[in-house]
């Protein structure tokens, strides 16, 4: 991620040449991220769900050029082919924000890639990351006059939304070949996320609350709420308005704010969409996109590469590191 109401915020504001299939672009802003969702609320009821959900994790840490150039070609035969690139455009929205903003979001939520890391210590680092992304989602959207449901934003038709789920399968034969992705799992996937959000909008506060004591303090369920309002967190600055430095994960000091990181997301989807227009008119892109994207998956790092630096934002009382973790 960033949580999903700063893509969809993002790509509002930013797509270029936005068409009858507009709706189709909001979805796609949203990446990959639909597939954590697949059989989150009924799992016996979605056959090989972790098989189908680590696929958006696969997505996300791998390098994006085979898999989006496997798209965009899949699309440029098709006979939808305005409905695919659009979604596809969407794609590439949602990848410049991840690309750009997720290293400061590990530099203040941490992060589990060490293989000694215990499922507790995953768990941990996994809902500071989730809370961060959420909270900055309340802050903009509030902002913005746009705090809403997020189902709400997702509509899409089941006719088009088969026919992109049908192109991702595709993309997994030809490049991931992840086992147990099918042709309609991107398709259930979406409809489990927007289950998922409508269900855990919560104007009372009592939801959060159920949830916390239900699932845990630490827990999906709980994280994914969001909060009433920021009383616990006052004086903290969760988008470096204050151009505090910060580190990249292999020790690179920076000193963006957030919405700095977004416009270094702008001038990267602009490149991008140029190539998605040049795809579109059956040219080869491979190369083009190799330079844009520089080899940087959607965490905004070489995969692979090493992660070492976090210094968590959050006050004690909410999380602290476990011990011997924190690199700083």
């Known amino acids: 991620m960033p949580n999903s109401l700063t893509h969809y915020l993002f790509a509002k504001e930013n797509a270029l040449d936005p068409g009858e299939h507009l709706d189709a672009t909001y979805v796609g802003a949203q990446g990959p991220d639909p597939f954590f969702f697949y059989g989150t609320l009924c799992?016996?009821?979605?056959?090989?769900?972790?098989?189908?959900?680590?696929?958006?994790?696969?997505?996300?840490?791998?390098?994006?050029?085979?898999?989006?150039?496997?798209?965009?070609?899949?699309?440029?035969?098709?006979?939808?082919?305005?409905?695919?690139?659009?979604?596809?455009?969407?794609?590439?929205?949602?990848?410049?924000?991840?690309?750009?903003?997720?290293?400061?979001?590990?530099?203040?939520?941490?992060?589990?890639?060490?293989?000694?890391?215990?499922?507790?210590?995953?768990?941990?680092?996994?809902?500071?990351?989730?809370?961060?992304?959420?909270?900055?989602?309340?802050?903009?959207?509030?902002?913005?006059?746009?705090?809403?449901?997020?189902?709400?934003?997702?509509?899409?038709?089941?006719?088009?939304?088969?026919?992109?789920?049908?192109m991702w399968y595709a993309m997994n034969v030809e490049v991931q070949h992840l086992p147990n992705v099918h042709p309609n799992s991107y398709y259930w996937a979406l409809k489990d996320f927007r289950f998922t959000e409508k269900h855990g909008w919560d104007k009372s506060g009592r939801k959060k609350a159920l949830a916390k004591v239900i699932f845990g303090k630490e827990s999906l369920g709980y994280g994914m709420i969001f909060p009433q309002n920021l009383d616990a967190f006052k004086g903290i600055d969760f988008l470096n308005e204050s151009h505090t430095p910060w580190r990249m994960p292999a020790g690179e000091v920076r000193t963006e704010s957030?919405?700095?990181?977004?416009?270094?997301?702008?001038?990267?989807?602009?490149?991008?969409?140029?190539?998605l227009l040049q795809a579109k008119a059956g040219e080869d892109v491979r190369a083009a996109l190799n330079v844009i994207v520089g080899g940087l998956n959607h965490e905004g790092i070489i995969p692979d590469s090493p992660k070492l630096y976090w210094k968590l934002i959050w006050p004690k009382e909410y999380l602290v590191d476990y011990p011997g973790c924190s690199s700083l």
């Open 43 to 166: 799992p016996l009821f979605r056959p090989h769900h972790h098989d189908v959900s680590a696929f958006g994790g696969v997505t996300q840490h791998r390098d994006l050029v085979l898999p989006y150039e496997a798209m965009m070609r899949y699309a440029y035969k098709s006979p939808d082919k305005e409905l695919l690139f659009a979604y596809i455009d969407g794609l590439f929205l949602h990848y410049v924000v991840d690309c750009a903003c997720h290293p400061f979001i590990f530099y203040r939520t941490g992060f589990t890639d060490r293989p000694e890391d215990s499922v507790a210590i995953h768990r941990h680092y996994n809902f500071s990351h989730m809370s961060l992304e959420v909270i900055i989602d309340y802050i903009l959207a509030n902002r913005k006059g746009e705090f809403q449901r997020i189902d709400k934003v997702l509509h899409l038709s089941a006719k088009d939304l088969h026919k992109i789920s049908k």
């Open 258 to 275: 957030f919405e700095d990181l977004l416009e270094i997301a702008k001038r990267r989807y602009r490149e991008l969409h140029a190539v």
